[in-house]
C-alpha cells in the first residue's frame, strides 16, 4: 500500500513556504510516506507559478525522496471560479486554460506523479455538467496523452456531491480515474451505512480507476473532514471502506487532516495502516 499526505502549507513569505516543505519532506522521511500532495488554490494561483513553485522550492522536490500530486483548485465549487464542467463554453475555456498551464508548467520542470482536479459548482442540470466535464478530459487527454489525473467527489453544490452522480459519470467516462473523499462521499447520503456501503459497493465496479482514497472521518454535525485517530459516534466505518474499496494496491491512501503535525500524522498513518493490514 502507498501512503500520502498533503502537508497544507500556507504561503506566508517565500521563505516560509519552502521551509513548510522542507518540513514535509522530513515528516514524510520519518513516517515513511510515499507521495506528498501539494495544493493549488485560486489565489495562489494569481500569485504566479514561478513566484509560488520556482527557484528554491523545486530544488526540495527534486532532492525529496517522495513522489508528489497536485491537487488543482480545490476551492473551484465555492468560489465561482470556472470549472472544468461549465457548461458555457467561455468560462470552461479559462478552466481548462489556467489547468493546461499548470500542467505545462510542472511537467516542464518537475512532473507529477498525479493531477487531482474538481468539478466545480453546479448551476445546471447535472448531465449538462458531465458532459461538459467529459469534453474538458477529452481535450486534456488531447493534449497530453497519458496525463496522470483524477477527478474528486465534493460536496454542497458542487457537481459531483453526489455519490449517484459519480457513479453516472464514471460509466460515461470510461478513460476517468477518480480520487474518493471518505467524508464528502459519506454526508452525501445521510450517514446511512447501508446506503454508502451500497454505492461503494456499485464504485468497486471501478476500482482500477480509483488513484486515491482521501481519508476523513465524519459523523452528524460535524465537519467532514475530521482526522481518523478522532473518534466519531456514527462515524466512517473504516473497515467497511476498506473491505468494499480499499485493497486495491494501485490506490493511494492519502491523509489531508492533519497538516504538517508530525505527531498527529502519526496517529493517521497508525490507524490507517492498522485498518488495511487487518
Known amino acids: 500500500m502507498r501512503f500520502a499526505f498533503n502537508p497544507q502549507l500556507v504561503p506566508l513569505s517565500r521563505r516560509s513556504y519552502i521551509d513548510q516543505l522542507r518540513q514535509a519532506v522530513q515528516n514524510a522521511r520519518e513516517l515513511s510516506f510515499d507521495i506528498i500532495e501539494l495544493s493549488l488554490s485560486g489565489p495562489e494561483y494569481g500569485l504566479g507559478l514561478d513566484t509560488l513553485f520556482g527557484g528554491d522550492f523545486f530544488e526540495v522536490m527534486k532532492a525529496s525522496p517522495t513522489s508528489f500530486h497536485l ?6 465549487a465555492t468560489s465561482g471560479d470556472p470549472s472544468l464542467s461549465d457548461v458555457q463554453p467561455y468560462p ?6 489556467r489547468t493546461v498551464q499548470v500542467v505545462e508548467f510542472f511537467e516542464r520542470e518537475s512532473p507529477m506523479e498525479m493531477y487531482v482536479v474538481h468539478a466545480g459548482a453546479r448551476d445546471s442540470h447535472y448531465g449538462r455538467h458531465l458532459a461538459a466535464m467529459k469534453e474538458s478530459f ?13 477527478v474528486q467527489n465534493g460536496s454542497g453544490d458542487g457537481v459531483l456531491a453526489e455519490l449517484d452522480l ?3 459519470f464514471l460509466d460515461e467516462a470510461q478513460n476517468v480515474r477518480f480520487s474518493l473523499h471518505t467524508g464528502f462521499a459519506y454526508q452525501s447520503v445521510g450517514m446511512r451505512r447501508h446506503t454508502f456501503a451500497d454505492r461503494l459497493g456499485y464504485l468497486r465496479r471501478f476500482g482500477d480507476r480509483l488513484a486515491e482514497i482521501r481519508w476523513h472521518n465524519t459523523a452528524p454535525g460535524m465537519r467532514p473532514s475530521v482526522p481518523l485517530h478522532v473518534e466519531t459516534e456514527n462515524g466512517l466505518d473504516l473497515e467497511e471502506v476498506v473491505a468494499l474499496v480499499g485493497r486495491n494496491p494501485g490506490t493511494v491512501h492519502l491523509i489531508e487532516t492533519v497538516g504538517n503535525s508530525a505527531p498527529a500524522l502519526a496517529s493517521e498513518r497508525r490507524v490507517l495502516h492498522s485498518v488495511l493490514s487487518g
Open 138 to 150: 477529452r481535450t486534456l487527454g488531447d493534449l497530453f496523452p497519458g496525463l496522470p489525473i483524477a
Open 71 to 76: 491537487h488543482l483548485f480545490p476551492d473551484s
Open 166 to 168: 459519480v457513479l453516472a
Open 92 to 97: 470552461r475555456s479559462i478552466a481548462l486554460r
